[in-house]
């Protein structure tokens, strides 16, 4: 998008800056490359259950950090996302016991 003209490029203008984003972007990539890790070995329903929860989480974390609204979508999605993984996990318990 800055390639094509909307918003503006804006770069830290200290080196301890520079650092900060490069320790931070680090933390991102090995966290990202350990859940990956670990959801790769996990059963199917069970791993649906975690990235669902991310979402969950992300939602309610934007709305208490960052101050965004939650309006009847947003609860109707976190219903949907909530009813989505119960029933994951009882699938999840019926195959387990056939």
């Not at 080196?15 to 959801?39: D, H, K, R």
């Not at 999605?77 to 989505?84: L, R, T």
Request: no cysteine; charged share 10%; proline share 2%.
């Amino acid at each position: 998008l800055l390639l094509a003209g909307f918003g503006s490029l804006r770069v830290p203008a200290t080196p301890s800056l520079w650092v900060l984003l490069a320790v931070l972007g680090g933390v991102l990539v090995v966290a990202n490359l350990v859940v990956q890790y670990g959801l790769a070995r996990v059963a199917a329903n069970r791993a649906v259950v975690i990235m669902l929860t991310e979402l969950g989480i992300a939602a309610i974390a934007a709305w208490l950090l960052a101050g965004e609204r939650m309006e009847l979508r947003e609860w109707v999605g976190g219903a949907m996302i909530v009813a989505a993984s119960l029933s994951s996990a009882r699938v999840g318990e019926r195959s387990t016991t056939v």
